[in-house]
């Protein structure tokens, strides 16, 4: 089943423990993409990759790190969190870089994190 | 940065009842996607309309797109209670990124 997963789908965990938030798909995309969606916020994005050992910074990218090592996997990594980074993360794919052919997403279940 | 703003925040209505929501943006767009998220889940695509189309459906799916107001709507016809969700217009305007509104929060009570 063509499908985006991310692991954990929930995580609570304590101010500046390091984290990493996996990401995988398998439908040989090129395009991933991370999220974090908090009330009254909208979906606001954090860092996107268009290829391997090829990434870029979205809208609020402080306090993340992200790596493209390989094509289907694309780990969120959060190295000292904050109670300000409790949120729900998502992580999304796009088969395609060309805005003329669409570039729908394809979402994964969300990871709900918790920092205390 | 977000790019749409849908409108109402929030939608009650009845089964068997239409569902419209609006969508505004502020610069040119490439196209313009509709996105449909149950409580706490994942986004799943339900629709893509281009700068250059005025209107599509799918299924009971209406959306509309109107360039020079720079506007979209999304109708939902006959509605069921499991149409109850939130939905969100994204604005693809180019960059390697969709930029997502906030979203209306529909109820669709039986």
């Known amino acids: 089943e063509a499908q985006v997963t991310q692991n954990p789908r929930y995580l609570i965990t304590v101010t500046g423990k390091k984290l990493t938030v996996t990401c995988s798909q398998n439908?040989?995309?090129?395009?991933m993409s991370w999220y974090r969606q908090d009330p009254g916020l909208g979906l606001r994005q954090i860092y996107y990759?268009?290829?391997?050992?090829?990434?870029d910074k979205g809208d609020v990218p402080e306090g993340y790190k992200v790596s493209r090592k390989e094509k289907r996997n694309f780990p969120l990594i959060l190295e000292s969190p904050s109670p300000n980074q409790t949120s729900l993360y998502f992580c999304?794919?796009?088969?395609?870089?060309?805005?003329?052919?669409?570039?729908?997403?394809?979402f994964g279940p969300g990871t709900r994190l918790t920092v205390l | 940065s977000q790019q749409g703003e849908e409108d109402p925040q929030a939608l009650s209505i009845q089964e068997g009842e239409n569902a419209t929501m609006n969508c505004s943006y502020k610069?040119?767009?490439?196209?313009l996607q509709w996105y449909r998220q149950n409580s706490g889940r994942g986004l799943v695509h339900l629709i893509l309309?281009?700068?250059?189309?005025r209107e599509k459906h799918s299924g009971r799916l209406r959306v509309t797109l109107d360039t020079s107001k720079k506007s979209s709507s999304l109708l939902i016809t006959a509605s069921r209670a499991a149409d109850t969700a939130s939905y969100f217009c994204?604005?693809?305007?180019?960059?390697?990124?969709?930029?997502f509104g906030k979203g209306t929060s529909l109820l669709v009570t039986p």
């Open positions: 990759s268009m290829n391997v050992e090829v990434t």
């Open positions: 994204a604005t693809d305007a180019g960059r390697y990124a969709l930029n």
């Open positions: 309309i281009r700068s250059n189309e």
């Open positions: 610069t040119s767009i490439n196209n």
């Open positions: 999304a794919s796009s088969p395609s870089l060309l805005w003329s052919e669409g570039r729908r997403q394809y």
């Open positions: 439908m040989n995309h090129e395009y």
